[in-house]
């Protein structure tokens, strides 16, 4: 089996998995990362949202062997350490924004939400704006919780927040 190499929530890592493993059981199986969560793993429901390189991925759908070693894979563990946007707490802004507004519910979509929320906000500040509604109508996570509405605020705050 071939040793597979990347940075893991700012810490290289390697680990002997078979190219074809996709990238959420190297996570979860491999290593012990449990923040994404394992829903449809056919890339559909988004609970295992994370971030290669700043931008939202599914892990269910890339296999391992297509990741460099200088590729920077970001979970829910690592958001608040190794965000550029990260306040000096112990969460990121959009963790806090996420309690403030009360949003989980049972909570399993939660961290996937939030790396999606983290990425939207990013982009839209890259191109030089703000989020809008046509956004967050674009995000495709579910939440079988139905808290729809308390996520679309929690962003909206966890936009302000984000440096």
């Not at 996570?141 to 929690?154: D, K, M």
Request: one cysteine or more; aromatic letters at 4%.
């Amino acid at each position: 089996m071939p040793d597979q190499t990347f940075i893991l929530n700012g810490r290289k890592v390697t680990v002997k998995a078979p190219d074809h493993e996709r990238l959420l059981w190297v996570l979860r199986d491999r290593l012990g990362v449990t923040g994404p969560k394992y829903g449809c793993g056919i890339n559909v429901c988004k609970a295992c949202t994370s971030h290669v390189n700043g931008k939202a991925v599914n892990p269910c759908s890339i296999p391992v062997g297509k990741l460099d070693p200088s590729d920077e894979v970001t979970t829910i563990e690592g958001l608040a350490d190794h965000a550029p946007d990260s306040g000096s707490g112990d969460l990121h802004p959009m963790q806090q924004a996420w309690i403030d507004h009360d949003v989980s519910q049972c909570g399993y979509c939660q961290p996937g939400q939030v790396m999606q929320a983290v990425a939207l906000v990013r982009r839209a500040r890259r191109e030089g704006r703000s989020i809008t509604e046509a956004d967050l109508d674009q995000i495709r996570n579910i939440c079988r919780c139905g808290t729809y509405q308390r996520i679309r605020e929690a962003i909206k705050d966890g936009e302000r927040r984000m440096r």
